[in-house]
């Protein structure tokens, strides 16, 4: 089958002839129909966290279930399907409080057993299962616990997206910062997890949703799914336009999307006091953030967020019952769509900071 590789930091993804192996008793085999680019992929292509290669990046992807192991009871050849990155072994502590999305044996928990041959190869030489899922082939070999069964009304480009950018921006909304109904919020940064996060502000009744970016059309994507005002932080002083659309008292939560020291430490600057930051980007090992100290005494707080606070075998059937009766808007956060041989010209799109959403489609 057909994947693209990543060889190293810096080098562009090469298509190359894989093999996949042979489904274990717990595991199942999905036809991928789409795959999203996510700057998480992104980051590890830049090195900013470490990678072992070759590897096959790419964890947001919907797709058919074409084989299954022997145990396998939660899924059958034919389901349309989401893979997703937050596996959860169900025993550790955090399994056993409910937040499955911290567990701690995550990566053993979607891995196969020591011993056994790995899932993907090229020329028998292992790759790399980016996040055990690999999404950016044309099939996956993954355990049952890294599917989630969706109904075959969504279709599968539009599914894709709830597989990681999408979830997590509503999950950091309904999940992690629990916005509530008559709140402000501003979100910095409109590319597809910052535009998910304007829709769960939307959806949650914020009275005001007012979105930041630099690109006026992201700012205009951003409209379309239901900011209430942009400010283009090129143009505009982002604080003193908060601050002016919300009487002087800046907003109820802040959410940063980017992943940048500076846009962090800007969300704190924009609370009210008793206000709530959620960084939902992902900052680069080793940065530190510079808040003033005594803004804690207003009861400002600033926290993270992992991957939306998710569950989804739990939550992932809400989002498709919010895009099938209207209330969640996908297909206008797909700004491309590309074959595989295409997916380094995606790349080049976000790193320009031109694309919301590209996915890879395959045929």
Request: aromatic content about 6%; proline content about 4%.
């Amino acid at each position: 089958m057909k994947a693209a590789v990543m060889w190293g930091v810096g080098l562009p993804l090469t298509i190359e002839e894989t093999e996949l192996a042979r489904p274990g008793p717990n595991e199942v085999v999905v036809e991928v129909a789409a795959a999203g680019l996510c700057h998480s992929d992104l980051h590890y292509m830049d090195g900013w966290y470490p990678i072992e290669t070759p590897a096959v990046l790419g964890h947001e992807s919907a797709g058919v279930v074409i084989e299954i192991g022997s145990d396998v009871g939660y899924v059958k050849p034919g389901d349309h399907v989401i893979a997703y990155l937050t596996i959860a072994c169900g025993n550790c502590p955090y399994c056993r409080e409910g937040n499955t999305h911290n567990c701690l044996n995550r990566k053993a928990a979607g891995a196969r057993e020591a011993g056994q041959a790995p899932r993907l190869t090229i020329d028998g030489g292992p790759v790399t299962q980016f996040l055990n899922l690999a999404s950016f082939a044309e099939r996956l070999l993954v355990s049952e616990k890294a599917v989630v069964r969706i109904t075959p009304d969504l279709p599968l480009d539009r599914a894709a997206l709830l597989g990681c950018g999408v979830a997590t921006g509503l999950g950091a909304v309904f999940n992690t910062a629990g916005v509530e109904e008559g709140q402000t919020v501003a979100v910095i940064g409109c590319g597809g997890v910052g535009l998910a996060v304007v829709q769960g502000a939307r959806i949650a009744g914020a009275s005001q949703v007012i979105a930041v970016d630099v690109v006026e059309s992201k700012l205009g994507l951003a409209r379309a799914v239901g900011a209430t005002a942009v400010v283009n932080a090129t143009s505009d002083d982002t604080l003193s336009s908060v601050l002016s659309l919300t009487d002087g008292l800046g907003v109820h939560h802040a959410f940063e999307a980017i992943g940048s020291k500076t846009t962090t430490e800007a969300a704190f600057g924009l609370l009210r006091w008793g206000g709530t930051a959620t960084v939902v980007g992902l900052l680069p090992d080793g940065t530190r953030l510079d808040i003033p100290g005594d803004e804690l005494y207003y009861e400002k707080r600033l926290q993270g967020s992992n991957v939306g606070s998710t569950d989804f075998r739990r939550d992932i059937p809400r989002y498709v019952e919010w895009y099938l009766d209207g209330r969640l808007k996908l297909d206008e956060m797909v700004t491309r769509r590309l074959a595989l041989e295409e997916i380094n010209e995606g790349f080049d799109d976000m790193r320009s900071g031109l694309s919301a959403r590209s996915i890879v489609v395959f045929d």
